[in-house]
Every structure is written in structure tokens, then in C-alpha cells.
């Protein structure tokens, strides 16, 4: 696989689940309303996706990269975020709004730990560790969005 390319769609489904995870967390915690998290879901899968792919764009070429990989980077890191960041729907749309998050938890932290583990092994390096390291930073979001979330769910209730 090409660098430009695993480069784009690493950073798009780490950032789709990351971003996503944290939205619906805080969103949940903060309304409690179904139609609010899934409007947030397909606002993050559209916005942020053009967001991110602009920023390696931009990064890309501030290494002065050869055009052709700047925009396979660009379009990877647009398809999977925007993409993944969809799959998040499935349970939001088919499941209770609690069981939903649970449900996009589980989801996401697969998806982290199957990269996490692939990324490793390239690396030859230990799997356990940058599994554990990439969930610790994905747990910490969550925690952070749902506090963040009720916190502002007491204030301007």
C-alpha cells in the first residue's frame, strides 16, 4: 500500500472514530435526544471530513510531497472519515438511543484496536502497548465529552 495512501486512511478512521465517539458521547449526555446525536453524526462525517482531508492536504504539502501523493492522501483521508464516520449511524438509527452509544463505544474501539493491532505488526512492534495506548486516548475522550456533555446539559437546563 502506498504511504500517501495508508497515511490518508489511517488518519481518517482514527480521527472518524475519535471525533465521532466524543460527539455522540457528548451529544447523549448533554440532550438525550436520538435525533440530535444522529444529527451530529452526519454533521462530523460531512464537515469533518472535508475538515481533515484540507489538513493533510495542507500538511502534505508543507513537506513539499509530490502533488499526486498530497491528493491520495487528501481523497483517502476524506473517503474512510467521511465513510466511517457513517457507520455510526447504523446503531443510532436501529438501536435505543442508551444501547446506540454503548453500541458505537464497542464499535469504535474495535475498529482502534484492529488498526492499532495492524499498525503494530508492521512496526514489529508490541501490540498489546499501542493497543492499550490508542484505547487510553479514546477513553479519556469519552470520558471528557460525557462530563463536558452533563455539564453543560445542568448549566442551561
Not at 82 to 100: C, D, K, N
Not at 128 to 152: D, K, P, R, S, Y
Request: proline residues 1%.
Amino acid at each position: 500500500m502506498k504511504n500517501s495512501f495508508k497515511t490518508g486512511l489511517c488518519f481518517g478512521l482514527t480521527s472518524a472514530t475519535i471525533t465521532t465517539l466524543g460527539l455522540i458521547v457528548g451529544l447523549n449526555s448533554g440532550t438525550h435526544s436520538k435525533e440530535v446525536v444522529i444529527s451530529g453524526i452526519l454533521t462530523i462525517a460531512i464537515a469533518d471530513a472535508f475538515s481533515d482531508s484540507l489538513g493533510i492536504h495542507l500538511a502534505e504539502e508543507s513537506k513539499k510531497n509530490d502533488k499526486k501523493a498530497v491528493w491520495e492522501s487528501m481523497i483517502a483521508t476524506f473517503i474512510s472519515k467521511f465513510l466511517f464516520a457513517l457507520t455510526f449511524l447504523v446503531p443510532a438509527l436501529f438501536l435505543e438511543l442508551q444501547s446506540a452509544v454503548i453500541a458505537s463505544i464497542a464499535w469504535g474501539m474495535l475498529i482502534l484496536g484492529v488498526l492499532s493491532y495492524i499498525i503494530a505488526r508492521s512496526n514489529k512492534e508490541n501490540p498489546v502497548m499501542v493497543i492499550g495506548e490508542h484505547w487510553l486516548i479514546a477513553i479519556i475522550v469519552i470520558i471528557i465529552t460525557n462530563f463536558v456533555g452533563t455539564l453543560i446539559s445542568r448549566l442551561f437546563s
